[in-house]
């Protein structure tokens, strides 16, 4: 659960729910002995607002700029000069056109890179070239400080640098070498259940029973990256294919002569955009097996 605290609340950005945040330890009972932890944006908020005290900081989040009206009352404050600091998540790394902004800071730049995720580092490169892109965009000079704990990491070197053609064609090569996409293909299976031992039954059923198909490679099962969502345990396979085989065509025929008990749920995430996908959540590129 993240703490909201502007709004006074806390919640799952995987499933959604949403609660107040107790007064008490659910656990122990223990009244008032809940601490936030972690670097968030209110955090952070305060972290500068004890460095610099007289400074007027505005803190943009889904939670403060969540209409139209609320973005042009911001814009209006920062072209009017009635504000000197900005603490923001991801909304303030594109659209924004502000001359008087000499100054970005990006705090765990690297942190979007932990995970797995194959996109990972297009993803960081591309958030951090936009939010860079918002200082010394007058006639006054910019700079840019970046937060990392891989300042080896070829994407923060190329942030450095500034040599995105150099970074983009490296990225390409590796996914080449690998026959990633859009060299190759993967498709996720999740496989979910209320029921722990269902879906620890189901799982490796569906990896004995993979078929023997030449440049096409099944690992798994394992824990899925979020191993529990909505009350549902979760394992998941991952399919990697040559790009010229049906991989739909080969999950539909394979998944459709298997069994499993009723409280079981899988689902078929082909061309995954992103690894850390719930997949069980009904996305309209994702296919639903009864």
Request: glycine share 8%; proline share 9%.
């Given at each position: 659960m993240v703490e909201h605290r502007l709004v006074s609340r806390l919640a799952c950005h995987h499933c959604g729910h949403m609660m107040p945040p107790p007064r008490a330890c659910p656990e122990c009972q223990e009244v008032d002995s809940l601490v936030p932890v972690g670097p968030g944006v209110e955090r952070i908020a305060d972290e500068v607002q004890a460095l610099f005290p007289d400074a007027r900081t505005a803190i943009v989040t889904s939670d403060t700029i969540w209409s139209p009206a609320k973005a042009a009352e911001f814009v209006g404050r920062m072209e009017a000069g009635a504000i000197d600091i900005v603490v923001g998540t991801q909304l303030v790394t594109k659209g924004y056109h502000f001359p008087n902004l000499t100054l970005v800071g990006v705090v765990d730049a690297d942190l979007g890179l932990?995970?797995?995720?194959?996109r990972a580092a297009e993803r960081s490169f591309q958030q951090i070239s936009q939010v860079s892109g918002r200082a010394g965009r007058g006639e006054k000079p910019g700079r840019v400080l970046v937060q990392t704990h891989e300042p080896a990491a070829p994407v923060i070197a190329a942030l450095v640098s500034g040599d995105a053609e150099g970074f983009y064609e490296a990225e390409t090569e590796a996914r080449h070498e690998a026959a990633m996409p859009p060299f190759g293909r993967l498709a996720g299976i999740i496989v979910s259940s209320e029921d722990l031992g269902q879906a620890a039954e189901a799982a490796p059923l569906i990896g004995r029973t993979a078929p023997r198909v030449e440049n096409m490679a099944v690992f798994g099962p394992a824990p899925a990256p979020l191993a529990m969502l909505r009350g549902r345990h979760r394992q998941r396979l991952l399919v990697h294919a040559s790009r010229s085989?049906?991989?739909?065509?080969?999950?539909?025929?394979?998944l459709g002569k298997l069994d499993w008990p009723r409280g079981v749920r899988v689902a078929v995430d082909v061309d995954p955009y992103s690894f850390l996908y719930p997949g069980d959540t009904y996305p309209s590129d994702i296919h639903q097996i009864p």
């Amino acid at each position: 659960m993240v703490e909201h605290r502007l709004v006074s609340r806390l919640a799952c950005h995987h499933c959604g729910h949403m609660m107040p945040p107790p007064r008490a330890c659910p656990e122990c009972q223990e009244v008032d002995s809940l601490v936030p932890v972690g670097p968030g944006v209110e955090r952070i908020a305060d972290e500068v607002q004890a460095l610099f005290p007289d400074a007027r900081t505005a803190i943009v989040t889904s939670d403060t700029i969540w209409s139209p009206a609320k973005a042009a009352e911001f814009v209006g404050r920062m072209e009017a000069g009635a504000i000197d600091i900005v603490v923001g998540t991801q909304l303030v790394t594109k659209g924004y056109h502000f001359p008087n902004l000499t100054l970005v800071g990006v705090v765990d730049a690297d942190l979007g890179l932990s995970g797995g995720d194959l996109r990972a580092a297009e993803r960081s490169f591309q958030q951090i070239s936009q939010v860079s892109g918002r200082a010394g965009r007058g006639e006054k000079p910019g700079r840019v400080l970046v937060q990392t704990h891989e300042p080896a990491a070829p994407v923060i070197a190329a942030l450095v640098s500034g040599d995105a053609e150099g970074f983009y064609e490296a990225e390409t090569e590796a996914r080449h070498e690998a026959a990633m996409p859009p060299f190759g293909r993967l498709a996720g299976i999740i496989v979910s259940s209320e029921d722990l031992g269902q879906a620890a039954e189901a799982a490796p059923l569906i990896g004995r029973t993979a078929p023997r198909v030449e440049n096409m490679a099944v690992f798994g099962p394992a824990p899925a990256p979020l191993a529990m969502l909505r009350g549902r345990h979760r394992q998941r396979l991952l399919v990697h294919a040559s790009r010229s085989l049906p991989v739909q065509d080969i999950i539909r025929d394979w998944l459709g002569k298997l069994d499993w008990p009723r409280g079981v749920r899988v689902a078929v995430d082909v061309d995954p955009y992103s690894f850390l996908y719930p997949g069980d959540t009904y996305p309209s590129d994702i296919h639903q097996i009864p």
